[in-house]
């Protein structure tokens, strides 16, 4: 069992700056894929970024060049740095986690969701 709680969100104007942060317990090891996904109201939930194993990341084009996601190397923790916020970036962000070394569309285990809100 991994547990993730996720801290961090809050509102910000456009152009400005949130960093999330997502803490894990629980069963950690090193064959963890991470991730974060992100669902604005009324649209589908949808993947922003992931880490796998390995550190390799993938992102979402819409979020590429603006996030970057990280981990510290206990993979206890897991961020989400986010610049150039736009409004179409308001949404609930939740962190998951899947005992894979490798990242792939499955995540067994969820957080609560942090609220991220960016004004015009």
């Known amino acids: 069992q991994v547990q993730l709680v996720e801290s961090g969100g809050g509102s910000v104007q456009a152009g400005g700056s949130l960093r999330l942060s997502c803490t894990a317990s629980?069963?950690?090891?090193?064959?963890?894929?991470m991730g974060w996904f992100r669902q604005a109201p009324g649209k589908e939930r949808e993947g922003v970024a992931s880490?796998?194993?390995?550190?390799?990341?993938s992102y979402a084009d819409s979020v590429k060049g603006r996030f970057t996601i990280s981990q510290d190397n206990a993979k206890t923790t897991l961020y989400l740095q986010m610049n150039s916020l736009k409004p179409e970036d308001t949404a609930m962000y939740y962190c998951?986690?899947?005992?894979?070394?490798?990242?792939?569309?499955?995540?067994?285990?969820w957080g609560q969701g942090s609220q991220v809100t960016v004004s015009s």
């Open positions: 880490i796998d194993s390995g550190g390799s990341t």
């Open positions: 998951a986690a899947e005992p894979s070394w490798y990242c792939s569309r499955t995540y067994t285990y």
């Open positions: 629980g069963y950690i090891n090193r064959r963890l894929c």
